[in-house]
Each structure stands twice: as structure tokens, then as C-alpha cells.
């Protein structure tokens, strides 16, 4: 790490309620919004770690919102977690650390605002899912997050980014970007472009599922990658979910589709060998598996009805997301090497031709959970 970054994350840990030196802090590549660090102190002769992020606020306009939203969700999940007699709700559920004016984040002179949290020890992320085992354990643990906020009390939450899985959006958001083609690449993406367009029939189906009623609004996580699961280094055991600045009034259909999206290709999200990019029916079977038993208790009949169709369906939304940051000159996703965004478009799409070629089986599947 840079020392101006070290010093930087000195000046900002001084202002939370951390009891330590800080001896050593690095940056954590994970993720294509925020900015996250790693940083080790020395408490009364204890090594101790916690999780600086600086909230990127060209994305999350209201970062009060979001912290509101955190501090809700996270208070009534560690509430209910220790209910049933658990020791680990620590590691079970983000503990912010407030700043030592008491408020949920930091806000520097310069308008930058930061946060801590508590780093959960023993626990690791992966990037893609190496057994039907681990899918299970994302299935449980996301289905599990969802149903600890069914009886959230107190106002809806906020929208931290409004309309953000809406597919119609996104949708039109690609078209306006291709007719202003600003970065000059419409030309090199036309072939995605096209495929793109062409998906268009699926794009208001849930949409309208929502607006006619048939599918009830609830709280949801909306961005339920499976690096967003902490597993346990020993037990394999799913422990606790990750990256709440999009917990907000969603569709459990989009959650799930994320992690069909996330879950069952063998690659990366940006992987150049399209021809490794495949929907594998043993991890969806063990992800649906998984999410069923700890979400099947509030799951209606419509909404078990469009598990397969909601994989596709965010897979595709993802995917037009990456092609018009790509087309518009890479302004919201990270990137870190050339056409990063017009790569991580191909990949999802070919995961949607794959996911089409097994939709009716694997709808099949989950009607028999
Ligand atoms: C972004 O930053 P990260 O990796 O947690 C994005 C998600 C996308 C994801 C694609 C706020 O999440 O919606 O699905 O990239 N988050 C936001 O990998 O836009
Ligand atoms: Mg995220």
C-alpha cells in the first residue's frame, strides 16, 4: 500500500471507537464500488482487525440513507440471531463500529465518508463456487438473510439506488447509450448490442408480475454475489452475508437470479474463454436446494414459479448493465483492463444462452422442492 493511503487510513481510524495502534493496513480488491481496507491494530497486545470502506457516494447519493438502512437491518438480525440462543451472532452479522461522535460513519473535511466495521476472523470468500456444497450454503444463507427481515418493524427502507434491478431501466438506459455512442464503441460491441435488443420480450416480466400485484414487495439484499458469503475456514459453513448498501424494498426474485447468476458458471465474471462459461444444473440444483429450506417458509407459489426465468432474467440485466458502462466509456464499474466491461457483458450472455437451454429443467427441479 502506498503511504499516502497508509496515511490516509491512520487520519480516518482516528475519528471511530477503535482501542489500538494501528499497525498495518491494506486495500481489499473485492468489489467495483467501494474502496475497502484491511487494517490490523495492536489492542492491549492482540492483534485485531477491522474493515475500513470509504462509501462511494457518486453511487449511494444518500449515504444516510444507507447507514440508516445497515444500522436497522443489522440490529434486528443480530436481535433475532442471539434469540435462538447462538454464541457466534458476532460472526453472524456486520457489526458497525460507530465514530466517536456516535454517528454510524465519518464524514471527512473534504466530504469523503467512511466506515468501519468489525472484521470477522476465520471466514473466507470465494470467487466462484467449487461444490454443489458451497451453493447450498449460499442458497441457505441468502434465504436466511431474507427471512430475518420479514418482520423488520418501522418504516419502509430507503431506496439506496432507486429502480436499481429494473430491468425496463436498464434496459432503455442501454438503448439511449448506443444512440449517443460517446466513447465511440458502438461499432465494437454490435454484436452484443444485438443480442441485447433482441432479449427484449423477457425484459417486463417481473416487472409486471410486481405492478399487477402477483409478486409482493419485500426486503431483499440485491446484490447477493457469492463473494458476498463468508464461509467458514473450517467448517464450510455459511456464516454471514456481506455488502448491505443495496438492502432495501426489492424482489426475492432478483436475489435469487444473482446468485444463479453468480453461482452456477464455473468462471469469472469477466472470463475471456466464453466457451468455459456454462450453467452447471448440480450447483443450481444445490443453491435452490438451499435457498428453499431457509426461504421457503415465506416463498409464494408465483415467485417459486419464476426461480429459473429470474436467473436468466438478472443474468441478462447485469450483462446490459456491463455493456453501457462499456459503450458510455466505463464510468460506473471499476475496471482494470481494457474492454474489462465489454468482456464481462459477453460472459453474461453467454451464461443467458446457457441458462436457456436448461430454463424448463430447471424450473422443473425447483417445483419439485
Ligand atoms: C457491483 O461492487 P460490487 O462488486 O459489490 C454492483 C452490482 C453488480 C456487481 C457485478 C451498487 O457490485 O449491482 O451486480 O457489481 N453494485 C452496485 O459484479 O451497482
Ligand atoms: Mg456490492
Redesign the pocket.
Known sequence: MSSYQESQILEVSRHFHIYGELLHAEPCKI????ETYIASYDQGGVLVRYIHQKINTD?FKDPDGVMNNLMRVTSHQRMKVAGTGSKDSGRRVLTVVPSKNGTSYHRTESGACWRTFVFIERVRTFETVESPTQALEAGRAFGEFQSLLVDLPGERLIET?PHFHNTRRRFSLLQQAVEADRANRSKEASREIQFALKQEPIVDVILKALAKGKIPERITHN?T?FNNVMLDIESGKAMCVV?L??VMPGCVLYDFG?MVRTTTSPTL?DELELSQVHMRMPIFKALTRGYIETAGQFLTKNERALVAFAGKLITYT?GIRFLTDYISGDTY?RVHRQNHNLDRARTQFKLVESIVHQEEAMQRFADTL
Open positions: 468489489g467495483h464500488i467501494n453511487v439506488i446484490d454475489k455488502d448498501d443495496t444473482d465474471e447485469i464499474f
